[in-house]
């Protein structure tokens, strides 16, 4: 929106651009177009906008995209949108504070892309809650102050190389576009803005790594960035060196991503990081009737479709949301697709109950002690080709039993999410699911419905 129009439509609104807020307002309609081309939308591609604005970049970006999300923080302006694209149903406005914006539910819009002309204040919180794990998104396109977007970029033994850099670059490949000077905006600011591509890394791209385990390692690693890292891990850092190939007397700059990531897998302590699976695994082989016949490996099962056991627990938080794990492109069935909270095969001999207690904990680290409650069994559904020929026992728990954890190898992330939420994921998009999650969920929804 050139400034001749913008200045009188904030009189109009009664907005006088806020420092605070990070109000600098794009005015040239060229870089606006451009930047929406960057997002390189395809036909039938959603997408969202963060800061809104006035709508320099929404009104070439609701002409690009099959529906749009518009995110706006500054009442005044969020009404505005509301009024001008109230024609245009694909176009949804929320007021909302970007940092806090709950976008759990674009997961049953994908695909779906993300853009943004970010505040100075607080681009770089904004970016790590949009981007990090789970997340929707495939493609990012941000303006930012040219100082962050250095940051998000940098490489090993720069300056601007530290724990920001590493948790965007380990989800994403950033590639700096194009640096836009002052007097594109209104106001001016101080400063130049880049604008920035992010590509979203696909599985097996890097080795799979333990989030929690990444992310405190970095965070240590660089709160005394001119110490070294003998003096600011709590390892045994002699046997990491050694493990790693790198100085004794390395600082924190000096890892690349490799590095921090082979790191984080060596102090990742939990027994199950390199086993998605064993094909080795015996299990019973039982009837249509769940009557045990023989035994055999888990290769041999699964090559033969013979009818075996499982079980899978949904686990909820106070809010009654359901938690979702995403599987590893490890495993050898249903690769990288939305599973229950978790889920495994019987051993052999071993009863659904014991299995379900040993599932919570190998998977997800919820420990059931002496006196705490047996998981709830909800349902049995008989075995079939959506169960993956597994006679299945659906049981539910809830997220007290201690903290969250889970073997990389297996799980790639996870999330809560509202069950209507996931029963329109699941309507638009089967795809995402593991077949026998939707039968669990069907199956749970027939007795626990709202």
């Known amino acids: ?21 990070g109000q600098n307002f794009l005015v040239d309609d060229n870089i606006a177009q451009w930047i929406v081309r960057q997002l390189d939308l395809e036909e ?8 809104a604005g006035t709508g320099a ?18 009442e005044r302006l969020a009404r505005h949108l509301t009024g001008h694209f109230a024609p245009n149903p694909a176009v949804t406005v929320e007021h909302a504070d970007a940092v806090q914006h709950d976008h759990r539910p674009l997961f049953a819009e994908r695909p779906i ?10 681009g770089g919180h904004i970016m790590i809650h949009y981007l990090t794990p789970p997340t929707p998104f495939s493609r990012a396109v941000f303006m930012l102050q040219k100082e962050v977007a250095e940051r998000v970029v940098a490489t090993p033994r720069t300056k601007d190389y530290g724990a920001f850099s590493l948790r965007i670059q380990a989800y994403w490949r950033p590639r700096m576009l194009k640096s836009i000077g002052p007097a594109a905006f209104y106001p001016r600011p101080k400063v130049d803005s880049s604008v920035i591509v992010l590509e979203r890394r696909q599985p097996g791209e890097l080795p799979v790594f333990d989030h929690a ?15 070294q890292l003998k003096n600011v891990l709590p390892l045994a850092w002699d046997r990491a060196v050694e493990h790693l190939g790198v100085s004794e007397t390395a600082r924190a700059e000096e890892l690349s991503l490799d590095d921090w990531i082979a790191l984080a897998r060596w102090a990742d302590d939990h027994p199950l990081k390199d086993n998605p699976q064993k094909g080795d695994e015996l299990f019973d082989v039982v009837d249509e009737n769940d009557q045990v016949v023989r035994q055999a490996t888990r290769r041999e099962v699964h090559d033969n479709d013979w009818l075996h056991r499982a079980i899978h627990i949904f686990v909820f938080n106070k809010r009654g949301e359901l938690f979702l794990q995403k599987r590893s492109h490890l495993k050898d069935a249903h690769p990288s697709v939305w599973d229950s909270s978790a889920a495994g095969h019987l051993d052999s001999g071993e009863g659904y109950d014991a299995a379900a207690i040993r599932e919570l904990e190998e998977e997800l680290g919820l420990t059931i002690r002496e ?13 079939s080709k959506a169960t993956g020929w597994e006679h299945v026992k659906l049981y539910r728990t809830n997220a ?31 795809e995402d699911f593991a077949s026998g999650f939707i039968e669990c969920f069907k199956a749970y929804r027939q007795q626990h419905v709202s």
């Open 57 to 74: 970049m929404s009104v070439p970006l609701a002409q690009a995209c099959a529906r749009l999300w518009l995110v706006e923080f500054d």
């Open 44 to 51: 039938g591609e959603s997408a969202i906008e963060i800061g």
């Open 371 to 383: 006196n705490d409650a047996l998981p709830d069994l909800v349902a049995t559904i008989p075995a």
């Open 213 to 227: 385990t990444f992310d405190r390692l970095i965070r240590q690693g660089f709160s005394q960035r001119r110490k």
């Open 113 to 122: 892309k993300i853009l943004g002309n970010l505040p100075y204040s607080c």
């Open 1 to 21: 929106m050139p400034l001749s129009s913008l200045r009188p439509l904030l009189d109009r609104l009664g907005v006088r651009p806020s420092r605070k807020l």
């Open 400 to 430: 007290s039993h201690g903290r969250l954890r889970f073997p990389c190898s297996e799980i790639e992330t996870g999330g809560f999410f509202d069950l209507q939420l996931i029963e329109r994921w699941i309507e638009r998009r089967p």
